[in-house]
């Protein structure tokens, strides 16, 4: 199988970050007077970028919540997220060896629906920012996942660093949730599917 490059999720996939986000979320919704259940989070909204979460999560609870509201919650889960990250490493167990050995073989990319600025935090700490060609965090497209917005958005960014068009379909995305693997898909990228939490993926895989 001959490979052009790969893109990552960010979140689940190299980074063990869910918890936190989830974490992050339920304490910023507590203080709206909101509950959020972990099983929740990870059946029904992991992939989503932090707009899309509280807004979905926020209609699925029949509240009405205009873009301003919004933007504060996004402000404030991310101070939190910042707060429980505690300046310490939330890599996988191997994930930065992975990452090196990686780049010296193919561009590589991040695709994600978390903020650039809590994805470079975080590479910059493992001093991995320079394996990656392309960074597309959530601010960097008009749609998030499960649209195909972020994984296209990386594939313009890895054309230009390479000098010329690379072809989706010679790229492999990672991703750990249906939402992104839908996203990849859309895109025109084959898929990794990495299985830890949410039963979901399974209809994924098989499909």
Same mark, same amino acid.
């Given at each position: 199988?001959?490979?052009?490059?790969d893109?990552?999720? %960010?979140?689940?996939?190299?980074?063990?970050?869910?918890?936190?986000?989830?974490?992050? %979320?339920r304490?910023?919704?507590?203080?709206?007077?909101? $509950? %959020?259940a972990?099983?929740?989070?990870?059946?029904?909204?992991?992939g989503?970028?932090?707009?899309?979460?509280?807004? $979905?999560?926020?209609g699925?609870?029949?509240?009405?919540?205009?873009?301003? *509201?919004?933007?504060?919650?996004?402000?404030r !889960?991310?101070?939190?997220?910042? @707060?429980?990250?505690?300046?310490?490493?939330?890599? %996988?167990?191997?994930?930065?060896v992975?990452?090196?050995?990686?780049? $010296?073989?193919?561009?590589?990319?991040?695709?994600?629906?978390?903020?650039?600025?809590?994805?470079?935090?975080?590479?910059? *700490?493992?001093?991995? $920012?320079?394996?990656?060609?392309?960074?597309?965090?959530?601010?960097?497209?008009?749609?998030? !996942?499960?649209?195909?917005?972020?994984?296209?958005?990386?594939?313009?960014?890895?054309s230009? &660093?390479?000098g010329?068009?690379?072809?989706?379909?010679?790229?492999?995305?990672?991703?750990?949730?249906?939402?992104g693997? @839908?996203?990849?898909? &859309?895109?025109?990228?084959?898929?990794?599917?990495?299985? !830890?939490?949410?039963?979901?993926?399974?209809?994924?895989?098989?499909?």
């Open positions: 199988m001959n490979v052009a490059g893109r990552f999720d %960010f979140d689940g996939v190299i980074a063990n970050s869910e918890p936190l986000h989830y974490r992050a %979320f304490d910023v919704l507590a203080e709206a007077g909101v $509950t %959020f972990e099983p929740e989070y990870y059946a029904r909204y992991l989503y970028d932090d707009v899309g979460v509280f807004r $979905t999560l926020m699925d609870r029949g509240l009405t919540c205009p873009a301003g *509201r919004i933007a504060e919650l996004v402000s !889960k991310a101070a939190r997220l910042e @707060q429980l990250e505690g300046n310490v490493s939330i890599l %996988f167990p191997g994930a930065d992975a990452i090196r050995r990686a780049a $010296t073989a193919v561009p590589l990319a991040i695709a994600s629906g978390a903020l650039g600025a809590e994805i470079r935090r975080t590479l910059d *700490r493992e001093h991995l $920012t320079s394996c990656f060609a392309a960074i597309v965090a959530a601010e960097d497209t008009p749609a998030g !996942k499960p649209a195909p917005d972020p994984y296209l958005r990386a594939l313009n960014l890895l230009e &660093a390479a010329g068009p690379v072809a989706a379909a010679e790229c492999v995305a990672v991703e750990d949730s249906p939402w693997l @839908q996203s990849a898909r &859309a895109a025109g990228f084959r898929t990794v599917a990495v299985a !830890k939490r949410t039963t979901h993926l399974h209809s994924m895989l098989t499909s």
